[in-house]
């Protein structure tokens, strides 16, 4: 979808779920992590924002063998 465009999804399907955002670690990334916590937040269990701890997104992430929960939150 890319930044900014948070609005436009369908974000139903995560009522009642823990949802964790594994932000994109720039600028724009962050923005639309926090545009989708403030959408999920009144109908999830639970949402946290998370920053992947290699390269810049989660796709870094997993390509360089680390496990999804080794991802660090997000420092506001």
Excluded: Y
């Amino acid at each position: 979808m890319g930044a900014g465009k948070a609005r436009l999804f369908d974000w139903s399907s995560l009522a009642g779920h823990t949802v964790v955002i594994v932000t994109d670690d720039d600028e724009p990334g962050r923005r639309h992590a926090m545009q989708v916590h403030e959408l999920v937040e009144p109908i999830a269990c639970g949402v946290a924002v998370v920053v992947a701890r290699a390269g810049k997104d989660a796709a870094d992430h997993i390509a360089s063998n680390l496990s999804t929960s080794a991802v660090e939150p997000l420092d506001n």
